[in-house]
């Protein structure tokens, strides 16, 4: 519990917005005086019911003071409702009903102290001095990981019109659904939610659903007792656990097989999780983020993906339009990886020259931002000077179209093995995605691969 000072502040040592929530209208108006002379922007609120609704205004409050019994419910309702809304806010509660249990229980949930009735000024004052000074940091935190965090750069209609809706849509605990092609930056989407987010101090955990082993899934996403299965020599915490407070988000959520979208719905909608061997579930807290790049209506009604997890995680939409729809990105996105990459290879301040800018501008990046990144990272890897011109973007060994060499017979001339081998291995890999509809899980298992190999192999064709 913070240290509590004794000393009387004066009237210019406190700034910020207060909620002060208390039934009894005398210590109400009395706090109201104290802070406002202490030099708080005060509001009151008579009970839970109030409280609420002054929370939901727009501008957040820095400090929120509240009883912890109240007729129409407690003080651990207005922290929880603060705790839904920021996480910046600190909140002191103060009671003449004092418990042990109730302290704890108050400080695991996110309270910054807790004072028994009758309290001193001084003491009330020292510790509100010390939480908003929490909060000003946590502020300042906030702004740093924001500067620190990949942006989603773009200038376009499209890109500005996306940031205003994840402004919105991080506001709401609810579930969202991210599409888009590949390559175009649904992680990026998901991180900027979490960040905008009231649950931007908590963790924000990836899980990338089409390299999960099938046979681990639900012991990853849930965890698992101990002895619950061969090998489990001890008790493990699962990925929604790890995410507790914070957003999970599950990428290719489209790669799931159907069983573990029945328990992935349960965990939704009950807000619990029962690891595999265990007798009890657990609540958690978790705001889920799910991208693909498949048409899930379609899966739907093809009866490869459940309608109700559909729907479960539909709640708010969020679509990435391809980069060739926003061909006034790609010169900013274009400078912005290109001096990432000069950082990473020690290249220095290095610049694309107009013609390469052209160049890029009208080239149709099927595979979109990644595509884009690995032309820019080749570029700077194999340029001998610190601009990038047009030659410097075409630095790519061709790849053969042609078809299998016959059996016999002469080898034409100059003939590139690489290249042929390279023709014949991206001819393999489409193949499979095409038997398995696209299912890059399956496509792997078909071709006797780890996932992770698969899509490596993928990644060297842009596809």
């Not at 008579?46 to 929120?64: F, G, M, Q, T």
């Not at 009604?301 to 339009?321: A, G």
């Not at 220095?348 to 990644?370: I, K, Q, W, Y």
């Not at 179209?401 to 393999?428: K, M, Q, V």
Request: aromatic fraction near 4%.
């Amino acid at each position: 519990m913070p240290r509590r000072g004794a000393a009387l502040l004066s009237a210019r040592d406190l700034v910020g917005r207060v909620l002060v929530v208390d039934d009894e209208r005398g210590l109400r108006e009395m706090l109201r005086v104290l802070l406002g002379r202490a030099g708080l922007d005060v509001t009151v609120a008579e009970n839970v019911k109030s409280a609420r609704a002054r929370l939901s205004e727009d501008a957040p409050y820095d400090a929120v003071v509240t009883d912890l019994l109240m007729p129409d419910g407690s003080g651990m309702d207005v922290l929880r409702e603060v705790r839904g809304r920021s996480r910046e806010t600190q909140v002191v509660l103060i009671t003449a009903h004092a418990a042990t249990e109730r302290a704890v229980e108050a400080m695991r949930d996110g309270a910054y102290d807790f004072l028994e009735k009758p309290f001193k000024n001084d003491v009330l004052l020292a510790t509100l001095e010390k939480a908003l000074e929490k909060r000003r940091l946590l502020g300042e935190n906030r702004q740093l990981r924001r500067r620190a965090s990949r942006p989603l750069i773009g200038s376009s209609a499209a890109m500005e019109s996306l940031r205003q809706l994840i402004r919105r849509a991080a506001k709401a605990p609810s579930s969202v659904l991210v599409t888009g092609e590949s390559g175009t930056g649904k992680e990026l989407v998901a991180r900027a939610l979490h960040e905008e987010s009231p649950r931007w101090e908590a963790p924000f955990v990836v899980v990338n659903c089409g390299a999960l082993p099938e046979a681990l899934m639900e012991s990853e996403l849930f965890g698992h007792a101990r002895g619950a299965f061969t090998g489990a020599g001890a008790a493990k915490e699962g990925l929604f656990r790890a995410a507790d407070g914070g957003t999970l988000f599950l990428d290719e959520v489209g790669e799931l097989p159907l069983a573990l979208q029945v328990k992935l719905l349960r965990a939704l909608q009950e807000r619990k999780v029962r690891p595999v061997g265990a007798e009890k579930e657990q609540a958690v807290d978790v705001r889920v983020v799910a991208a693909t790049n498949r048409d899930l209506e379609g899966e739907v009604r093809e009866k490869r993906f459940r309608e109700d997890f559909f729907y479960r995680l539909n709640v708010i939409r969020l679509e990435l339009p391809p980069l060739r729809e926003r061909r006034e990105d790609i010169a900013p996105l274009a400078m912005h990886l290109l001096g990432k990459h000069a950082s990473l290879q020690g290249r220095g301040a290095m610049r694309l020259s107009e013609d390469a800018t052209r160049e890029l501008g009208a080239r149709e990046f099927p595979g979109n931002v990644r595509e884009l990144e690995n032309v820019i990272e080749r570029a700077v890897a194999l340029s001998e000077g610190l601009e990038i011109g047009p030659d410097d973007l075409r630095m790519r060994r061709p790849v053969s179209t042609a078809g299998p060499l016959e059996a016999s017979g002469a080898l034409p001339e100059g003939f590139d093995l690489d290249a042929h081998l390279a023709a014949e291995e991206r001819r393999i890999l489409q193949r499979a995605l095409s038997q398995t509809e696209g299912n890059r899980t399956h496509a792997a298992r078909l071709l006797g691969m780890s996932f992770r190999s698969f899509r490596y192999r993928l990644a060297k064709y842009d596809e």
